[in-house]
Structures are given as C-alpha cells and as structure tokens.
C-alpha cells in the first residue's frame, strides 16, 4: 500500500508535462496556420506570364490610375474583341517552323496566342487593347521601325527573346515575340517576318 502511494505524485507530474507538452504543439501548429494567406498553398509561388508573349521586353501589367488604363481613340480600342489567334493562325506559325497547335491565354489586360517548335522555339502575339507603344517598359535597347503601314518598336530582351510591338492607335497595340532558348539573333530573325504577317491582319 505504501508503495503505492508514493508512486502517485510521479503520475501526476507526468501527465501534467506531458499535457503542457501537447498544448504547445497545438499552440504552435495554430500560430502556423494563422501566417498562411487563406487560399494559397505554402511554399513559392510561380509568377503568372513567363512566356515569349507576356514576359518580353515589352511586357505592361495594367496598374490603375496609370495612363495604361486609358482607351483607344473615340473611347474605345480598334482591336475589341480581336482575338489573338486570329492573327497569328496555325498557317502562320507553320510558315515560321512552329508546330500548329496553339495555346490561347485571356488575361486581365491582353490576349495571347502562342506556338512552340518543341526544344527550338516559341512564338506568340499579344493583343493590348489599353496600351500603346508609348506604353512599353524598356528592359533592353529598343529601337522605332516599321511594319508594313504600321509605325513600331522592337526590342530585345537580357534573355534573348525578341519583340516588335506595332501601334494600332495612340493607345492601342499588337506585340509580336520569339523566343529561340536564348539565341537574340534567331529570335529575331523569327520575329520580323511574324511580324510582318501580323500587321497585315491590323485595322
């Protein structure tokens, strides 16, 4: 008997760090949760855009307020309701190289149609109905030219991808990109003739 009750308080101070011990871990786990933003998983999250259509030199995110949220002229853009794909179809992309199966992406501010040489190339056209070519963000050297009757630019990005944005009004413009796995010249080579296809399908 009194072995017996010389072991209890032992039990007892045993349960109550092993208790104190469960509580913390539930502590922590809760402080844990608490820091995730609802809706999104933990870890990196991959940036939206990336390829040769909407992470060229001249790719413009829309910021409010900025003079990229104004309209074309009269109020309203010439290439409403343009779809990409349409001008740059699977003919035009065989013509390049491109294999004729292309991936069309709908974004807050532009319109992407996009063709890929598996392992060589990527090509792509980005419709921006609220942003001209005053609108270009310069991460390389860009230079004015023109395509076809449409005034441009083109530019080249550190990674090698190439563009030619083509103005359609003061507010308003077509991109035209390649992208040949770091290779500026064969980027470019690919860009000006998909370019030249492009303007021609232009109001």
Do not use: W
């Amino acid at each position: 008997m009194g072995s017996k009750s010389k072991g209890r308080p032992g039990n007892v101070v045993a349960r109550s760090v092993l208790l104190t011990s469960v509580l913390a871990v539930a502590v922590a786990a809760l402080v844990a949760c608490s820091n995730e933003t609802p809706g999104q998983p933990s870890g990196s999250v991959t940036p939206t855009g990336g390829t040769a259509s909407s992470d060229g030199p001249f790719s413009t995110p829309n910021v409010p307020g900025s003079p990229s949220a104004s309209t074309g002229s009269s109020g309203s853009s010439r290439l409403e309701n343009v779809a990409a794909c349409s001008l740059l179809t699977a003919s035009d992309a065989t013509s390049l190289g491109a294999e004729p199966t292309a991936k069309e992406t709908n974004r807050t501010n532009s319109r992407d149609c996009e063709y890929k040489k598996s392992g060589s190339f990527t090509i792509g056209v980005t419709v921006y109905e609220k942003l001209g070519i005053k609108d270009v963000t310069d991460r390389g050297s860009v230079k004015p030219i023109t395509v076809g009757k449409h005034e441009a630019v083109q530019g080249v990005s550190p990674g090698g991808l190439c563009a030619i944005a083509i103005k359609v009004t003061e507010s308003s413009r077509v991109d035209a990109t390649a992208s040949a796995n770091g290779d500026e010249q064969r980027s470019c080579d690919l860009v000006l003739p998909l370019a030249e296809a492009v303007e021609k399908k232009l109001p």
